[in-house]
């Protein structure tokens, strides 16, 4: 351990990782304590600091005109405020017993041990690469980071072909196939489930297929991929499977990710059934008085089932990044949980949900009704009223919310919110449809559509009593 603090010197902060949790820690430990208390180091073997990786997709199709607008705050500064920012350096090893981390420099490959007080570790997430035939061939991309995106802008400027193939069809892959159609590809979605967005029930997923094949979109549910064959000159040229073969001139992996925590699994570190770090209700590592943790690399607890989950989500690294700064500079947080909310588009198809799919409240037990219902975005006589599906789910006996879908055009998505408020405050379907929303006819018909859900959903509720 580091006995700088034991010798009355100030102490050090080392992070791991330079994004979202990373480094909103690092800036909240630097307002808890100045640098003559606190010494922060932070690695990162990107190029970059502070981004959106959210908005990838956006910038890959070109809805976003430059890189650097996604970028919150860069390196030099960080530096300004006197945190010492390492790019192109990869932590390679943690020893938590002696209170260090050995790192190298990724361009002169020297490495160094440095030591810390209090550590945190923000690696994040990386896309899932399955092992494949020609998986790592050129012309294969996973997109996580800025420097992903940009590589898989540099294939697009070279490649003379106009095919793309994204393999999944999870919020990454359908965000990248919207871009790679706006950047004017033949594009198919090679998928291993009944319907896209597996994150919604497959009945809510039917519509957003419809929403991409409507674009353009070749759609290939049911299928799994079994290799990525090559040509002569090495470079991917097709997507494969058991039936057929895709014709590639790039393929982008969109399966999802997996917590990056293969340095905390060799430190000893717990890891949860999914992958991601253990921690506390303030982020601190289990079992570990000086680690913290945040981020995609981390498991958070779901409030509605009760049960650790893993939700790669920049709102949450944010979050965490700020509860940890506070408790490594000396004061104190806690991270409550999730209910699971993302909301995502297709074209101008809204999608969004909250809360358990019917499979996730099967899994841990719940009995529940389910109800789905058609409205409109303003009332159905204002001009541009657009139409909406919204589906919910509520525990039977109860009437406690259980989750929320929604499906629609302009002034769909964000509804989601309504219902995300609902499940942290454990509110019942009968509570919901009483709520006093807002209501004009350019925004909303006299009963949100969330509401009719909600009224719904309570009329069966009381029925089956």
């Not at 997507?239 to 997996?258: F, M, N, Q």
């Amino acid at each position: 351990m580091n006995t700088n603090a034991a010798h009355g010197a100030r102490e050090r902060l080392v992070v791991i990782g330079g994004d979202a949790a990373g480094m909103s820690a690092a800036s909240q430990a630097r307002r808890m304590k100045g640098p003559d208390e606190l010494e922060i180091v932070a690695f990162e073997r990107g190029h970059f600091t502070s981004y959106s990786a959210c908005g990838i997709p956006y910038w890959v199709g070109g809805d976003v005109d430059d890189r650097d607008r996604l970028i919150a705050r860069t390196p030099e500064e960080h530096r300004a405020r006197d945190i010492d920012v390492r790019l192109r350096t990869e932590v390679t090893e943690i020893d938590v017993d002696r209170g260090r981390v050995r790192a190298r420099d990724l361009e002169s490959g020297a490495e160094v041990w440095t030591s810390y007080d209090k550590l945190v570790i923000a690696t994040g997430a990386r896309p899932v690469r399955p092992d494949l035939p020609g998986i790592d061939a050129p012309g294969v991309h996973g997109v996580q980071t800025l420097d992903d995106g940009q590589a898989l802008l540099d294939t697009l400027a070279r490649t003379g072909g106009r095919r793309a193939v994204v393999v999944g069809a999870g919020y990454i892959g359908v965000e990248m196939a919207e871009a790679l159609i706006n950047r004017g590809y033949e594009v198919t979605v090679v998928n291993r489930g009944r319907e896209p967005m597996a994150t919604l029930d497959p009945d809510m997923g039917r519509l957003v297929r419809e929403a991409m094949t409507g674009l353009g979109i070749t759609m290939v549910d049911d299928a799994e991929v079994t290799a990525l064959p090559t040509g002569a000159d090495g470079r991917v040229r097709a997507v494969a499977t058991a039936d057929a073969e895709y014709p590639a001139d790039v393929v982008v992996l969109g399966i999802g990710v997996r917590p990056e925590n293969a340095l905390a699994r060799d430190a000893g570190l717990p890891l949860g059934d999914h992958g991601g770090l253990l921690t506390d209700r303030s982020l601190r590592v289990r079992g570990r008085e000086n680690v913290w943790a945040g981020g995609d690399c981390v498991e958070v607890l779901d409030l509605v089932s009760g049960q650790l989950r893993h939700i790669p989500l920049g709102t949450h690294a944010n979050k965490h990044g700020q509860i940890i700064g506070t408790n490594a500079g000396g004061g104190y947080a806690t991270f409550p949980g999730v209910v699971g909310t993302a909301v995502s588009k297709v074209c101008d198809l809204e999608i969004a949900r909250t809360g358990l799919r019917e499979k996730d409240a099967r899994r841990v037990g719940l009995r529940f009704e389910a109800v789905t219902i058609e409205s409109t975005s303003r009332a159905g006589y204002y001009p541009n009223a657009a139409p909406m599906t919204v589906k919910m789910l509520a525990e039977l006996g109860t009437g406690r919310l259980l989750g929320v879908q929604i499906v629609g055009r302009e002034g769909a998505g964000k509804r989601v919110d309504i219902a995300a408020v609902a499940l942290t405050a454990g509110m019942t379907v009968h509570q919901v449809a009483a709520l006093d929303l807002g209501y004009a006819p350019p925004f909303s018909p006299v009963w949100d559509p969330v509401q009719v859900a909600a009224r719904k959903a309570a009329t069966k509720i009381s029925a089956s009593r």
